[in-house]
């Protein structure tokens, strides 16, 4: 256990529906990532929140709508998704001490498959 | 080229080897290096950090070379509980880590 919590664990949607990936942590963190890992993929990471201000969009379609309204809690708002968007996607959360070690802390992440 | 590369293996090794891992980073400014464990369908776990000095935990050693761009990390003494994949991960600044594709470790009896 971690302390980083995503709910839901499994979700199937269709293309057309609309969903939300929730992810709480309680550790006093102030950095919160999503990140992508589809099969035989490495981990792309999607998106970066310092201070609950996003400081990181990798490029990453319009489907696909990112929340943080305070620092521990984190969404990924879902809508008109891809059958190619079905991955794995993980939160982590980070204390904020750059430059120095920012050791990141996972969620057992969400299992999302788009039919 | 991509930021942070890795082998992807499998290394097959049996129990009580010696196996290496070797990682390079295109990024000459970042700043801190990790390797993280992850096991099949769960989530990636920070083994160890790694520290421009080389450091040690137990059974496994890590190494860093700056000038270089290049991370190691040595297991000793291999356990059938060390089977994973191990993503090497650079802190590319602002708190942005970039992983690894990770290497597979499968060690056998």
């Known amino acids: 256990e971690t302390g980083v919590t995503q709910t839901p664990r499994h979700l199937v949607m269709g293309m057309t529906n609309k969903k939300s990936l929730k992810c709480e942590q309680h550790?006093?963190?102030?950095?919160m990532y999503w990140y992508k890992q589809s099969a035989k993929k490495p981990l792309e990471l999607m998106f970066v929140?310092?201070?609950?201000?996003?400081?990181e969009n990798n490029s990453v379609p319009s489907r696909f709508s990112p929340e943080c309204p305070n620092s521990s809690h984190l969404f990924l708002h879902l809508h008109t998704l891809q059958p190619e968007d079905s991955a794995l996607y993980l939160c982590?959360?980070?204390?904020?001490?750059?430059?120095?070690?920012?050791?990141?802390?996972f969620g057992q992440g969400t299992r999302l498959t788009v039919v | 080229r991509k930021e942070v590369e890795q082998d992807p293996g499998p290394f097959n090794v049996p129990e009580g080897a010696t196996v290496a891992f070797n990682c390079t980073y295109s990024n000459s400014a970042s700043q801190s290096f990790f390797w993280y464990r992850q096991d099949c369908r769960k989530e990636p776990k920070l083994l160890m950090s790694v520290y421009s000095s080389g450091n040690e935990d137990g059974r496994f050693t890590a190494q860093l070379n700056r000038a270089s761009q290049y991370i190691s990390l040595l297991i000793r003494d291999s356990k059938l509980s060390d089977s994973a994949t191990y993503l090497c991960v650079v802190n590319g600044g602002y708190n942005k880590l970039i992983f690894g594709a990770g290497t597979r470790l499968a060690v056998h009896p």
């Open positions: 550790l006093g963190h102030n950095a």
């Open positions: 929140y310092n201070f609950k201000e996003q400081t």
């Open positions: 982590a959360s980070s204390p904020d001490v750059p430059p120095g070690n920012t050791e990141a802390f």
